[in-house]
């Protein structure tokens, strides 16, 4: 009875957190078609408003504008498509990276498995918002430049995890009962080693993307990543810096966007991660 009560309520914390996600990526990516207004229009008339005026083309400004009249809401809602964009992006690269480099590496071991190892052990030492930096002063700014470097940042850690699946799987009966069989050793990594790791594979991919969308909106932040004529979470945030005293609503507006769709990413990978934990399963 008690397992089936827990194994019930794990089901419906990840269905709620499903849902939450999945309206979270429906703003993000239908938010710019069904919002008719555009985050780049320059309104001198109507800067600095506060959150819920409305203005005198009679549309509500709901969260605000900003120091040059442009509406939050708008800047929130192309930021939020943009953030999803580079972190899924991110997490799809380095995953593809990763993944086979770490499964090489645990399959066939020796020098092979040794020097990828060593490779993203260098790399891990390394603090990754340092890397993200360094690499992103020398590339400069652009969509494209930011999905590479947070890629490169990240891939080690899915090289990690596949290495480890793959040394605790591959001496499985299952994999000795294929190789006898006459599987070649892509075929036992294809078939039988990539499929049994994935449930872990994608707990931490649903977590990375959440840490990368903060990463993307650091470097924002910072003035090396998301060009500032590009709307974006971190870039609207960091141009209200110096308005925070007069109106704060520029940056706590989409610094409360951000933090609500981390939030709904995390608890999703969170919950995808106790709904699968097999030490909860009995």
Do not use: C
């Amino acid at each position: 009875m008690g397992r089936t009560v827990a194994s019930s309520t794990r089901g419906a914390r990840l269905l709620l957190a499903s849902v939450g996600l999945a309206l979270v990526v429906l703003a993000g990516i239908g938010g710019p078609y069904i919002l008719p207004y555009s985050p780049v229009d320059v309104r001198l008339d109507q800067r600095l408003r506060p959150p819920g005026t409305r203005l005198p083309d009679r549309r509500v400004a709901w969260l605000g504008t900003d120091q040059l009249g442009r509406d939050l809401w708008a800047q929130a809602v192309h930021g939020a498509r943009v953030s999803l964009l580079v972190a899924a992006s991110t997490v799809v690269i380095a995953g593809g990276i990763g993944i086979p480099l770490g499964l090489l590496a645990g399959y066939y071991g020796g020098a092979t498995g040794s020097v990828i190892m060593r490779f993203s052990d260098f790399q891990l030492a390394i603090p990754p918002f340092l890397l993200a930096v360094l690499i992103a002063a020398v590339l400069g700014q652009s969509v494209v430049n930011v999905i590479a470097i947070l890629s490169v940042i990240r891939w080690a850690a899915f090289a990690r995890l596949a290495h480890g699946e793959t040394l605790s799987l591959k001496n499985n009966d299952y994999v000795e009962a294929a190789r006898a069989l006459g599987a070649t050793h892509a075929g036992v990594m294809r078939r039988h080693l990539f499929p049994n790791m994935l449930t872990p594979v994608i707990i931490v991919a649903a977590l990375l993307v959440a840490t990368q969308m903060l990463a993307e909106a650091a470097l924002s932040f910072i003035g090396l990543g998301i060009p500032p004529s590009t709307p974006s979470l971190g870039v609207t945030v960091s141009q209200g810096r110096n308005y925070l005293d007069s109106a704060w609503w520029i940056s706590t507006m989409p610094g409360l966007v951000l933090t609500l769709i981390v939030v709904a990413v995390a608890w999703f990978g969170d919950a995808l991660r106790d709904y699968f934990d097999p030490r909860l399963r009995y």
